[in-house]
T-cell receptor, first 115, second 114 residues
Framework: GAGVSQSPSNKVTEKGKDVELRCDPI?????LYWYRQRLGQGLEFLIY????????KSGLPSDRFSAERTGESVSTLTIQRTQQEDSAVYLC?????????????FGDGTRLSIL | RKEVEQDPGPFNVPEGATVAFNCTYS??????FFWYRQDCRKEPKLLMS???SGNEDGRFTAQLNRASQYISLLIRDSKLSDSATYLC???????????????FGPGTSLSVIP
């Protein structure tokens, strides 16, 4: 079946612009995660959605970052007034809910470059 | 102390060598454990889950020691294709603020040399 799909694959934009990144999870996966990975660094947790529960936003680095998810489907991560420090790969992952032994499955990521 | 810590690496080993990666976690309530691998400029991919009794998948063996809060990954007969960053992943499970809490370690880089 289809895996986690992210778009766009690459995004280059000017400092100060807003960007929107999209994630389509695996069908039936109710948990969805966003991560940021800067070049040569580890994964940085941003936000977690679980069904209709309130999302865990504890990883969002500033109020310029926000994310939405409609039901158990597509999620969008929005970065407002982008800064050069936002340049990174943004990874989305999904997993089944209800079983903590279920692993996450990642999309290919969106490579964001802020000029 | 970080919630998940790994050997800092990098590990440079010759083909055919056996290499072991270590990982420690701080939350004794952690419920499930995984090893992922991440190739350069690629997304992380699940390598194997880690079970309490230990488990093996071909050349790869994972072990868990709950008392010591320690996880290991052993790779036997290393191949050039094993070169990647290996990520230790711990799922704490439900917390007060989150239904699920997955923590990725910083990763250990492995280079297998011809």
């Amino acid at each position: 079946g289809a895996g986690v799909s992210q778009s766009p694959s690459n995004k280059v934009t000017e400092k100060g612009k807003d960007v929107e990144l999209r994630c389509d999870p695996i069908s039936g996966h109710t948990a969805l995660y966003w991560y940021r990975q800067r070049l040569g660094q580890g994964l940085e947790f941003l936000i977690y959605f679980q069904g209709n529960s309130a999302p865990d936003k504890s990883g969002l680095p500033s109020d310029r970052f926000s994310a939405e998810r409609t039901g158990e489907s597509v999620s969008t991560l929005t970065i407002q007034r982008t800064q050069q420090e936002d340049s990174a790969v943004y990874l989305c992952a999904s997993s089944r809910v209800g079983y903590s032994n279920q692993p996450q499955h990642f999309g290919d990521g969106t490579r964001l470059s802020i000029l | 102390r970080k919630e998940v810590e790994q050997d800092p690496g990098p590990f440079n080993v010759p083909e055919g060598a056996t290499v072991a990666f270590n990982c420690t976690y701080s939350n004794s309530a952690s419920q499930s454990f995984f090893w992922y691998r991440q190739d350069c400029r690629k997304e992380p991919k699940l390598l194997m889950s880690v079970y309490s009794s230990g488990n093996e998948d071909g050349r790869f063996t994972a072990q868990l020691n709950r008392a010591s809060q320690y996880i290991s990954l052993l790779i036997r007969d290393s191949k050039l294709s094993d070169s990647a960053t290996y990520l230790c992943v711990v799922n704490i499970g439900p917390t007060k603020t989150s239904y699920d809490k997955v923590i990725f370690g910083p990763g250990t880089s492995l280079s297998v040399i011809p």
